[in-house]
């Protein structure tokens, strides 16, 4: 059963910068597994922000990028907002029609 | 712009069978760059993939849920369900419906519905 591991948390200032990373339990990420990011706040449905690894959807700030960093996916937030504070999960393609979403990171603004 | 909307009862007895729907408006469900698709969230929990659909009816399912889940298209309704057998308290989770492609993320999502097991 294929793990995809995300930090449980991070903590970041505002106007802070944070990279939250999404890896395998075993195996390197790379742009062949289509890596993208969602945004979750409470009691709401998750919010597209990067896919395809560093495409941004239509309408999130230029402040949220994604690439691959090293053997992980990584989401960075450049100039954090109080509006950030969110769940952030990504998704990773395993081929043959099969997705498997990230554990999750909290970030929290403080 | 393209919605999605889930449907179908909020609790469910255990040992018997979840179904739910996803209508589709502002697009075309017979679209054929994408899937249609279900994804769970236990309560304060993590996203969950269930499995999607192409609608020419081509299937894929998490492993780990395979067994039970039965993922159908009508493109007539331009509609797609979900059925989630034998089913126990640990499938009570906020379902949604989502569009997805590899290349494109999961793109559109449904607001979600929370479907409770229980007896």
């Known amino acids: 059963q294929t793990v995809v591991t995300q930090e449980p948390s991070f903590s970041v200032s505002p106007g802070g910068t944070v990279t939250l990373t999404c890896g395998l339990s075993s195996g390197s990420v790379s742009a062949s597994y289509y890596p993208s990011w969602y945004q979750q706040t409470p009691g709401q449905a998750p919010r597209t922000l990067i896919y395809s690894t560093n495409s941004r959807s239509s309408g999130v700030p230029d402040r949220f990028s994604g690439s691959i960093l090293g053997n992980k996916a990584a989401l960075t937030i450049t100039g954090a907002q109080a509006d950030d504070e969110s769940d952030y999960y990504c998704?990773?393609?395993?081929?043959?029609?099969?997705?498997?979403f990230g554990t999750g990171t909290k970030v929290t603004v403080l | 712009q393209l919605q999605l909307q889930e449907s179908g009862p909020g609790l469910v007895k255990p040992s018997e069978t979840l179904s739910l729907t996803c209508t589709v408006s502002?697009?075309?469900?017979?679209?054929?760059?994408?899937?249609w698709g279900w994804i769970r969230q236990p309560p304060g929990k993590g996203l969950e993939w269930i499995g999607g659909?192409?609608?020419?009816?081509?299937?894929y399912y998490n492993p780990s849920l395979k067994s039970r889940v039965t993922i159908s298209v009508d493109t007539s309704k331009n509609q797609f369900s979900l059925k989630l057998s034998s089913v126990t308290a640990a499938d009570t989770a906020v379902y949604y419906c989502?569009?997805?492609?590899?290349?494109?993320?999961?793109?559109?999502w449904g607001q979600g519905t929370l479907v409770t097991v229980s007896s």
């Open positions: 659909i192409h609608y020419s009816g081509s299937t």
């Open positions: 502002g697009g075309s469900i017979s679209s054929s760059s994408y899937h």
């Open positions: 989502a569009r997805h492609r590899a290349a494109a993320g999961i793109g559109y």
């Open positions: 998704v990773l393609y395993m081929g043959s029609g099969i997705y498997v």
